[in-house]
Nanobody, 123 residues
Framework: VQLQASGGGLVQAGGSLRLSCAGS????????AGWFRQAPGKEREFVGG?????????YYEDSVKGRFTVSRDDAKNTVYLQLNSLNPEDTAVYYC????????????????WGQGTLVTVSS
């Protein structure tokens, strides 16, 4: 399975971006879709995801709660990450990946990593 992340770019602090993660078939209906980011010199960290626990639900890393939103469009086999109120600390390469249906925050539990899309936030 190959995921394709897109939508990154350069934005000023306080601005917004929407990232997209396109998959093939109905892959997102049977897996958690997770978003991670990796800043230069830092480890890859969990940002947010959408999982199945009887119904779809989203979950987030604490530092992005209220600013970032994960959503999905099954008709387009695409998962989105809406980034609002961006600050320079959000600068990183953002990745999407597939994880266990019950959800996880650990990168080691995810696979089918996309190539990443760079988000740069200027102050």
């Amino acid at each position: 399975v190959q995921l394709q992340a897109s939508g990154g770019g350069l934005v000023q602090a306080g601005g917004s971006l929407r990232l997209s993660c396109a998959g093939s078939g109905r892959i997102f209906s049977s897996h958690t879709a997770g978003w991670f980011r990796q800043a230069p010199g830092k480890e890859r960290e969990f940002v947010g995801g959408i999982r199945w626990r009887g119904s779809y639900s989203t979950y987030y890393e604490d530092s992005v709660k209220g600013r970032f939103t994960v959503s999905r469009d099954d008709a387009k086999n695409t998962v989105y990450l809406q980034l609002n109120s961006l600050n320079p600390e959000d600068t990183a390469v953002y990745y999407c990946a597939l994880g266990p249906r019950w959800g996880s925050r650990q990168a080691r539990d995810f696979g089918s990593w996309g190539q990443g899309t760079l988000v740069t936030v200027s102050s």
